[in-house]
T-cell receptor, first 114, second 110 residues
């Protein structure tokens, strides 16, 4: 099976812009979670989707949003970018319906905000 | 909110020495998972423990889940250079989101 793929792998934006990141889970996985990883804060949960529904959300401002499509692919959007949004954004998929078991991570999208 | 604390934050060892990282949660976890992230890579699932007091081994790695399901440890015997990376524990407190510890970064002197 192909692993989790994320596009793009690298992105450079300026403050105030918006960005959309894409994630394709492992075939058959319906749970997709997004995480933000920074050196200072570690891995922070953004949100989790299952069957196109957001089931859980982390403590991030409303500028961070996401969605999931019928084929389980997911996108996350960050509007009005701030310097502090620079991070590695990781997507993870899971075969379990509760989404809180083994997570398969993608390679991540490294976002730099200038 | 729910927190998962992991210590130490950094550990540097000589190749061949043992290594242990500890994970403590402020709430009971339904399970504990361990991940390894190599430098420049992404987290890779190592194992999941579900039962109170559970111990699992993977070659030189030993994982334990505490009796109260609030703490866990990962012990590596006789480290090798391939063990370099950051080790994360993660757990879902109840039915909540997966909460990751801050990770323990392991470096090894060959």
């Amino acid at each position: 099976k192909a692993g989790v793929t994320q596009t793009p792998r690298y992105l450079i934006k300026t403050r105030g812009q918006q960005v959309t990141l894409s994630c394709s889970p492992i075939s058959g996985h319906r749970s997709v979670s997004w995480y933000q990883q920074t050196p200072g804060q570690g891995l922070q949960f953004l949100f989790e989707y299952f069957s196109e529904t957001q089931r859980n959300k982390g403590n991030f401002p409303g500028r961070f949003s996401g969605r999931q499509f019928s084929n389980s692919r997911s996108e996350m959007n960050v509007s009005t970018l701030e310097l502090g949004d620079s991070a590695l954004y990781l997507c993870a998929s899971s075969s379990f319906s509760d989404g809180y078991n083994e997570q398969f991570f993608g390679p991540g999208t490294r976002l730099t905000v200038l | 909110g729910q927190q998962v604390m992991q210590i130490p934050q950094y550990q540097h060892v000589q190749e061949g020495e043992d290594f242990t990282t500890y994970c403590n949660s402020s709430t009971t976890l339904s399970n504990i998972q361990w991940y390894k992230q190599r430098p420049g890579g992404h987290p890779v699932f190592l194992i999941q423990l579900v039962k109170s007091g559970e111990v699992k081994k993977q070659k030189r790695l030993t994982f334990q889940f505490g009796e109260a399901k609030k703490n866990s440890s990962l012990h590596i015997t006789a480290t090798q250079t391939t063990d370099v990376g950051t080790y994360f524990c993660a757990g879902p407190p109840g039915a909540q989101k997966l909460v990751f510890g801050q990770g323990t970064r392991l470096t090894i002197n060959p």
